[in-house]
């Protein structure tokens, strides 16, 4: 079950060039299935596609695409705001090939650091075909951490995320 943490220096097929994706990024609906990925290509190349245009076997991750341009300045930052997605390390914040206004939609659905809890949100774990999240990993002060199912979360009505009370 790949963990979001390990989404990067991906070998990738990118038609029939081989190519290292530095990170790959599922944007999640707020039921926690993938509607898109984000490549980081690096060199300022950052796109958006849609799963269907993704395959993932083992390692190896073979895309379907027409160019290796961004495509990042058409889409529409609304996109990103009805998303969430996990960047542990700020890049799609700091990332060249993405507008300001797309920055800044991301930055706000970013799940990384979120309260939950008490304790924030630190990783995620995709089932094996990154198509949805199954787990997510809480810690505090990033020593104590603990695994829930996403069973164990729901969403507020203000993009939050809270443990569900346990069962009386």
Not at 74 to 92: A, E, I, K, R, Y
Not at 115 to 121: C, H, I, N, Q, Y
Request: hydrophobic share 40%.
């Amino acid at each position: 079950m790949p963990r979001q943490t390990e989404l990067a220096d991906l070998r990738v097929t990118l038609g029939r060039d081989y190519s290292t994706l530095e990170h790959l990024y599922p944007l999640v609906d707020r039921t926690l299935n993938t509607r898109y990925f984000v490549l980081d290509l690096g060199e300022g190349k950052v796109m958006l596609i849609e799963p269907s245009q993704m395959r993932k076997i083992g390692e190896d991750i073979t895309v379907s695409l027409t160019t290796y341009s961004s495509n990042m300045a058409s889409v529409n930052p609304m996109v990103f705001l009805q998303t969430l997605h996990l960047d542990p390390w700020g890049v799609l914040a700091k990332c060249e090939g993405i507008s300001e206004e797309t920055q800044k939609s991301l930055m706000a659905t970013n799940l990384f650091g979120r309260k939950v809890g008490g304790k924030k949100v630190c990783d995620i774990f995709f089932h094996e075909d990154l198509e949805f999240v199954e787990k997510v990993e809480l810690c505090t002060m990033g020593i104590s951490k603990k695994v829930h199912p996403v069973s164990d979360l729901e969403f507020l009505s203000d993009g939050n995320l809270r443990l569900k009370p346990p069962p009386a």
